[in-house]
């Protein structure tokens, strides 16, 4: 069992970066995959990106060159840094993990432990 906790969102302006972090119980969490979606109000949850132990960080299309996702396997913690951000990147963000590597991490299914959230919120 791995439990998930975010922290780091808040309102930031357009152009404005934050980091969120997501600490991570349990011994194993290097071996894990980690991911992060977000979801805007009315709209379905979104991959972000995610990095696992072999695989290069990947991150969707609207986020490259913007968004870095890193870990510190000492720390359990893995940490997605929001820079240049716009408001069209505002939403609840969600921290992911699954033991291994995930061949389909677009997919909210494919994920078996979920944080609780954290707001992110863009200003104009």
């Known amino acids: 069992q791995v439990q998930l906790a975010e922290s780091g969102g808040g309102l930031v302006q357009a152009g404005g970066s934050l980091r969120l972090s997501c600490a991570a119980s349990?011994?194993?969490?290097?071996?894990?995959?980690m991911g992060w979606f977000r979801q805007a109000p009315g709209k379905e949850r979104e991959f972000v990106g995610r990095?696992?132990?072999?695989?290069?960080?990947d991150y969707t299309d609207s986020v490259k060159g913007r968004f870095t996702i890193s870990r510190d396997n000492a720390k359990n913690t893995v940490y997605l840094q929001m820079n240049s951000l716009k408001p069209e990147d505002a939403a609840i963000y969600y921290c992911?993990?699954?033991?291994?590597?995930?061949?389909?991490?677009?997919?909210?299914?494919?994920?078996?432990?979920w944080g609780q959230g954290t707001q992110v919120t863009v200003s104009s």
């Open positions: 349990g011994r194993t969490f290097s071996t894990y995959s």
């Open positions: 990095i696992s132990r072999s695989v290069i960080p």
């Open positions: 992911a993990a699954r033991a291994g590597v995930i061949a389909s991490a677009v997919s909210p299914t494919a994920w078996d432990y």
